[in-house]
């Protein structure tokens, strides 16, 4: 592997943390940045509508804006890289506090990155978040 590569991977990771950081302190700004102008977010796992950047962050920045806690730990990142794109998967597990919830709400998956080398350095085109598994979700409580 060259220093090139080498240098390649780590600024992907970077990116990936950053978004995870961007979404815990509510940085809207950040989790912009982090993606390009014309990137296409997926969360249809936890129900959100598909679709533009800035149409998607619109929804999750005023969700995310009521939820008292979130901590993203993300890990085994996983980068294929091509030139100046690359596809990106990597682990999360999410602690979270839900506005009204009494317990802890728990989640874990795969986030998948389509990323590209700009100007500005990585940037993610494209994510599509699988969520695997959650537990004390208060909508999937016994009625």
């Not at 806690?69 to 980068?79: A, D, G, L």
């Not at 294929?80 to 998967?89: I, P, S, Y």
Request: include cysteine; hydrophobic fraction near 40%.
């Amino acid at each position: 592997m060259d220093l090139q590569t080498v240098q390649d991977k780590i600024e992907i990771a970077e990116l990936i943390y950053r978004y995870a950081r961007a979404v815990d302190t509510k940085n809207w700004e950040l989790l912009t940045n982090v993606f390009t102008e014309d990137a296409h977010l997926d969360y249809s796992a936890v129900g959100y509508p598909a679709g533009s950047r800035d149409q998607v962050l619109t929804l999750l920045t005023q969700a995310l804006g009521q939820v008292p806690m979130t901590q993203h730990f993300v890990t085994n990142v996983e980068v294929e890289l091509d030139g100046d794109t690359a596809n990106v998967r990597a682990m999360f597990y999410n602690p979270m506090q839900l506005p009204g919830a009494a317990e802890m709400t728990y989640c874990g998956g795969n986030y998948h990155h389509e990323v590209v080398r700009t100007a500005d350095g990585w940037k993610s085109a494209r994510v599509t978040e699988e969520n695997l598994w959650f537990s004390n979700h208060p909508a999937k409580s016994p009625a």
